[in-house]
């Protein structure tokens, strides 16, 4: 069965601290993302990987970073948290060129930054 | 970018049918799809299409697809109260990485 897995479903941090929210999957997918929800926006994409080591911006990268060293792990880094960071984060994954057909999400994480 | 819209809130009876609508604006989007998200957890895929076609039915779900008004609706029939969730359009081009999410339909079904 296919499955993303995020590292954590809840977290809490303070203004300026560095965020790491961890997003594994187990079906050797080239290509992963990281979305940011929010209510009465749905799903904005903040950076997908399409192979390791590589990245690519979606539509809001300000304030965020990505790392992809293994294939199955990718990375968002927030370098000095802030309030309107506060959100959920969900992670997806899919194969094929270019995005192939379903992307697979994980549980998300519900960050907030106090 | 690209632009999904879809309506925020649906009420409806249990035992009715739901329609949720939605429309796009790229021309070239070649999948459409509709997630479901229930309380508390990651999207879940519903089903898809493929923008040459017109019709797809899986059990109690009617994906219909007006290509001329890009228009794409997800009617549920016989709506039971696990339908309940947030449901997602979202298109994406066949030369794309990315999906483009509508903001979520909210699905409440009352008894």
């Known amino acids: 069965d296919v499955k993303v897995t995020q590292s954590s479903r809840y977290l809490v941090k303070r203004t300026g601290e560095k965020v790491f929210l961890e997003c594994v999957q187990d079906?050797?997918?080239?290509?992963m993302f990281w979305y940011r929800q929010d209510p009465g926006l749905g799903l904005r994409l903040i950076y997908f990987?399409?192979?390791?080591?590589?990245?690519e911006k979606g539509d809001i990268p300000e304030g965020y970073s990505v790392s992809r060293e293994k294939k199955e792990r990718f990375s968002l880094i927030l370098e000095s948290a802030s309030t309107n960071q506060t959100s959920m984060y969900l992670c997806?994954?899919?194969?094929?060129?270019?995005?192939?057909?379903?992307?697979?999400f994980g549980p998300g994480t519900r960050l907030t930054v106090l | 970018g690209e632009d999904v819209e879809q309506s925020l809130f649906l009420s409806v009876r249990e035992g009715d049918s739901s329609v949720i609508n939605c429309t796009y604006t790229?021309?070239?989007?070649?999948?459409l799809y509709w997630y479901k998200q229930e309380p508390g957890a990651g999207l879940q895929l519903l089903t898809y299409?493929?923008?040459?076609?017109d019709m797809k039915q899986d059990q109690r779900l009617t994906v219909l697809l007006n290509k001329k008004d890009k228009h794409l609706s997800l009617r549920i029939a016989d709506t039971q109260t696990g339908d309940s969730a947030i449901y997602f359009c979202?298109?994406?081009?066949?030369?794309?990485?990315?999906?483009?999410f509508g903001a979520g339909t909210t699905v409440t079904v009352r008894a």
């Open positions: 997806a994954s899919t194969t094929g060129l270019a995005g192939g057909r379903e992307q697979f």
């Open positions: 079906m050797d997918h080239e290509n």
């Open positions: 990987s399409y192979d390791v080591k590589m990245k």
């Open positions: 790229d021309s070239s989007s070649t999948y």
């Open positions: 299409i493929f923008s040459n076609m």
């Open positions: 979202a298109e994406k081009r066949l030369d794309d990485y990315k999906l483009s």
